[in-house]
């Protein structure tokens, strides 16, 4: 029987080892959680990192990371601490995260990164190779393994290839700027269906590769050599029902096991009943406009004073790539703007922003998800933004309004939000007013659309339809070209 294998480049599970003890932990990022109900449904398996470096795991340790990773349907490409620095924070987040995200000024090119990750990639195709039979499906994800797609044709063309990029794809301007592009695209061209989460994403490649390669491209079809790739946008989609039954679940949760955080926001809600809680969601990252959000959120204080006292910005940061040195200037950025914020405007019972550094388990999540009565999700750039969708399927009372950027992939599904401009502090500031203020009805009806949406097009019929497209893709004949 054939089978699907998902490739990224951490595995869905994250291991340790605590006091020589093995601990296995979910990871919290959008893909792993995105992809968790496909790969525990099928008969696939998921090749990626484990989070431990090969010098931390001894020829006996080796055994036990095997099993529990066996266990999980999971199998490991080793990587070392120099994989790590100069394939992962190196090539990966520090020249194509940055490059991708418009941070021009952010990309370092150091020709010793690109070494390590086309080695790094050429060790993620050999151990797909060790575990792949013709016939099977490998469904390649992300900006890390951009050079996978080749590397595996090379060596099998009976396999189906996909490929799906969930960061945004740069206009062709930026894209040359990089002195390896003709290595990438050569790279993401192995596959036979490469998705994006938006059409301009779409575009933005298509030109990429018009003018680059000496291709024929008719609409979103590529004749290369004898195959044709198909380029397609599949926006992402959530765990809809996942996160909606959690919200359902919460007044439960409240009885059996409260959370620091609920009895800190009873508290809150005891002293202050008129108080309006505005979430913000976010790995610590520059693409997420996380000082901006702060500034707008300072901006609108100022400019409607009357709020004061009355509306509290709930900000969590999860720790992230904290070894980069633009994440630490982010870092030392947010704390001071907090810090001057909390330091100009707080009183004795009131602290305008609660900012938490940290990572929190899931159903500490859903408690701020379901208690804020606006969730600000206002990235600079954003290839999708899953935190959008999640707080929209937690809205279980018909209330609850949604600030988005423009700037998140997410906006191009999502036209009942809010939808601001991120550097423009006015207009968020004024959107905070326009959602707190929102009448009743509004909201309902605003909800009722975008909760349609985003539970009829669910993760696993974003994978579905991947799958599918991918299938067809595998089946096309190339385009006849006159000689
Ligand atoms: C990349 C692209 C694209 C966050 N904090 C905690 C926690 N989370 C979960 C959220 C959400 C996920 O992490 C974050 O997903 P995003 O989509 O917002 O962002 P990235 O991690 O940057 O993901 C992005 C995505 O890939 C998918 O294609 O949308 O554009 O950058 O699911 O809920 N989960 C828990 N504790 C936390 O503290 N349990």
Not at 65 to 92: M, R, W
Not at 324 to 343: A, C, H, M
Not at 358 to 365: M, N, V
């Amino acid at each position: 029987m054939n089978k699907t294998i998902i490739v990224s480049n951490r595995l869905p599970v994250d291991l340790k080892f605590d006091d020589e003890k093995l601990v296995v932990k979910s990871s919290t990022g959008g893909l792993a959680t995105g992809m968790k109900s496909v790969h525990s449904e099928g008969n696939g398996i998921w090749i990626g990192w484990s989070g431990l470096a090969q010098e931390e795991v001894s020829e006996e340790l080796q055994v036990e990371v095997d099993e529990a990773l066996a266990k999980e349907k999971c199998i490991q490409v080793p990587l070392t601490n120099a994989d790590i620095d100069n394939y992962y924070h190196g090539f990966s987040n520090s020249a194509l995260w940055p490059l991708f995200h418009y941070f021009q000024a952010y990309t370092e090119f150091e020709w010793n990164h690109w070494k390590s990750y086309v080695e790094v990639n050429e060790k993620f195709a050999k151990v797909i190779l060790e575990h792949v039979n013709d016939g099977d499906t490998v469904w390649v994800h992300d900006y890390q393994l951009l050079l996978v797609p080749e590397l595996l044709r090379k060596s099998n063309p009976n396999i189906t290839i996909g490929f799906f990029l969930h960061i945004p794809y740069p206009s062709y301007e930026l894209f040359i700027t990089c002195p390896w592009r003709n290595e990438l695209l050569q790279g993401m061209l192995g596959a036979d269906l490469i998705g994006f989460h938006t059409y301009d994403y779409v575009r933005h490649f298509l030109s990429s590769v018009s003018r680059i390669k000496d291709v024929e491209i008719s609409f979103n079809e590529i004749s290369y050599g004898n195959r044709i790739i198909k380029v397609d946008s599949f926006p992402m989609g959530i765990d809809y029902n996942r996160y909606h039954d959690a919200a359902l679940e919460h007044d439960k949760y409240l009885e059996d096991s409260k959370s620091d955080f609920m009895k800190s926001l009873d508290f809150h809600n005891k002293s202050n009943e008129e108080s309006k809680l505005i979430l913000s969601i976010d790995r610590m990252d520059y693409t997420k406009g996380i000082p901006n959000r702060i500034k707008s959120f300072e901006y609108f204080l100022n400019k409607y004073p009357e709020y004061k006292e009355k509306v509290r910005l709930v900000m969590l940061a999860v720790p992230s790539r904290e070894n980069v040195p633009q994440y630490q200037k982010l870092k030392r950025e947010t704390d001071e703007l907090v810090g001057r914020i909390n330091g100009q405007l707080s009183t004795i019972s009131w602290t305008p922003v609660w900012y938490f550094y940290r990572s929190l388990p899931f159903h500490d999540l859903i408690d701020l998800y379901v208690s804020s009565d606006v969730a600000m999700v206002t990235p600079v750039r954003d290839g999708m933004n899953l935190v959008a969708k999640e707080y929209i399927a937690t809205r279980t009372k018909e209330n609850g309004v949604l600030i988005l950027s423009e700037m998140a992939g997410a906006a191009k599904e999502m036209h009942e939000a809010l939808i601001v401009n991120p550097n423009n502090f006015e207009q968020t500031a004024d959107a905070i007013k326009t959602a707190l203020e929102m009448p009743q009805e509004e909201q309902k009806e605003r909800l009722a659309a975008l909760q349609k949406r985003i539970s009829r097009y669910d993760v696993e019929r974003w994978a579905g339809e991947f799958l599918k497209a991918l299938e067809v893709a595998k089946n096309t004949e190339p385009i006849q070209v006159a000689k």
